[in-house]
């Protein structure tokens, strides 16, 4: 059984160049089973899906991008905080030809601008509308939605909504939207997952954002290793091989049997190798310590050859199914 099996939203955020949107979309692939419909929402501007995916950039819409692993149908939306405000103004003041003049004004980066919580309440807000929207009939129109959100660096903040509204309004629309908003987010609903390298910053990060989402009162949902390389040294050797410790001489037979020619140059640089390996793998041993004292769900997934294409996608979508995603 999965480990969230009643998560409607999953908001996945990691430090930058850890793979946090990849991770995203193999987890909207990984959900889509069994003939589930997964939104995949981002909110950054960057078109990080449309790229994956190698599809054209996407427009404010929901569109749908690939099969789930297992049958299922993945969408994508690009939440574009200009249009937001424009489908706000709509939806609560009935005013889209008023909010069409304030874009041509250039009114609509102005207001965003000076209130940046504003922003944070309209991004989060159209996922969330996403997230419990209904279809004809009863039920969820998604059965999940995936948010690739913002870095660490920034995610409680930006998940906060409450806080960075209470200088903007106390009652009104907004105020409204930002408490539906913290419903959701701070609920049983909601889990916000974290990615990570088996390296120091961005564990270190990852461990900041799991207090800083705590203090706040948002719910953490399992830790995503990415990138994680099989090591190819024995365990047992790897202190000596760290510390230069190596057996030239063994290495350069070894070498021979395997019909190479041997020089000095390249065994050392051989020998080199094996030993910023081996400390490498050292290193990630730490961190995967330093991440298992957060006592939270731990999926591992592995470094995809080049870069990653839809197969990798699928790939570590299994992966993600193995681990508790299903």
């Given at each position: 059984m999965s480990r969230f099996a009643g998560v409607k939203?999953?908001?996945?955020?990691?430090?930058?160049?850890?793979?946090?949107?990849t991770v995203a979309a193999a987890l909207a692939l990984?959900?889509?089973?069994?003939?589930?419909?997964?939104?995949?929402?981002?909110?950054?501007?960057?078109?990080?899906?449309?790229?994956?995916?190698?599809?054209?950039?996407?427009?404010?819409?929901?569109?749908?991008?690939?099969?789930?692993?297992?049958?299922?149908?993945?969408?994508?939306?690009?939440?574009?905080?200009?249009a937001a405000l424009l489908e706000y103004l709509e939806?609560?003041?009935?005013?889209?030809?008023?909010?069409?003049?304030?874009?041509?004004?250039?009114?609509?980066?102005?207001?965003?601008?000076?209130?940046?919580?504003?922003?944070?309440?309209?991004?989060?807000?159209?996922?969330?509308?996403?997230?419990?929207?209904?279809?004809?009939?009863?039920?969820?129109?998604?059965?999940?939605?995936?948010?690739?959100?913002?870095?660490?660096?920034?995610?409680?903040?930006?998940?906060?909504?409450?806080?960075?509204?209470?200088?903007?309004?106390?009652?009104?629309?907004?105020?409204?939207?930002?408490?539906?908003?913290?419903?959701?987010?701070?609920?049983?609903?909601?889990?916000?997952?974290?990615?990570?390298?088996?390296?120091?910053?961005?564990?270190?990060?990852?461990?900041?954002?799991?207090?800083?989402?705590?203090?706040?009162?948002?719910?953490?949902?399992?830790?995503?290793?990415?990138?994680?390389?099989?090591?190819?040294?024995?365990?047992?050797?790897?202190?000596?091989?760290?510390?230069?410790?190596?057996?030239?001489?063994?290495?350069?037979?070894?070498?021979?049997?395997?019909?190479?020619?041997?020089?000095?140059?390249?065994?050392?640089?051989?020998?080199?190798?094996?030993?910023?390996?081996?400390?490498?793998?050292?290193?990630?041993?730490?961190?995967?310590?330093?991440?298992?004292?957060?006592?939270?769900?731990?999926?591992?997934?592995?470094?995809?050859?080049?870069?990653?294409?839809?197969?990798?996608?699928?790939?570590?979508?299994?992966?993600?199914?193995?681990?508790?995603?299903?």
């Amino acid at each position: 059984m999965s480990r969230f099996a009643g998560v409607k939203l999953h908001v996945v955020s990691g430090k930058g160049g850890t793979g946090k949107t990849t991770v995203a979309a193999a987890l909207a692939l990984a959900l889509a089973s069994e003939g589930r419909h997964v939104l995949l929402t981002e909110v950054e501007g960057r078109q990080g899906i449309a790229q994956l995916f190698d599809t054209a950039p996407l427009p404010y819409e929901e569109r749908r991008i690939a099969s789930g692993v297992g049958g299922g149908e993945v969408y994508a939306l690009a939440v574009d905080p200009e249009a937001a405000l424009l489908e706000y103004l709509e939806m609560f003041y009935n005013l889209r030809r008023a909010g069409s003049a304030l874009k041509k004004l250039g009114a609509i980066d102005f207001a965003t601008t000076i209130a940046p919580g504003l922003r944070d309440v309209l991004l989060t807000g159209k996922v969330m509308e996403a997230a419990t929207r209904e279809r004809r009939g009863g039920g969820r129109l998604y059965d999940a939605v995936v948010l690739d959100a913002p870095p660490t660096g920034r995610i409680a903040r930006f998940l906060n909504v409450n806080s960075e509204v209470a200088g903007l309004a106390r009652m009104g629309p907004v105020r409204q939207q930002a408490d539906s908003v913290m419903n959701l987010l701070r609920s049983s609903r909601t889990a916000v997952h974290l990615v990570t390298l088996l390296e120091e910053m961005p564990v270190q990060e990852t461990v900041d954002a799991v207090t800083e989402l705590g203090e706040v009162g948002l719910p953490t949902g399992a830790v995503l290793v990415n990138m994680v390389r099989e090591p190819l040294l024995p365990a047992a050797s790897l202190d000596d091989i760290a510390a230069g410790r190596i057996d030239t001489g063994e290495l350069a037979r070894g070498l021979k049997r395997a019909g190479l020619d041997i020089t000095d140059t390249l065994v050392s640089a051989l020998a080199g190798e094996a030993a910023d390996h081996a400390g490498r793998v050292l290193l990630e041993r730490r961190e995967r310590t330093t991440l298992g004292e957060l006592k939270l769900p731990m999926v591992e997934l592995p470094l995809l050859p080049g870069s990653a294409e839809l197969s990798g996608l699928y790939e570590l979508a299994r992966r993600l199914q193995a681990g508790g995603f299903a």
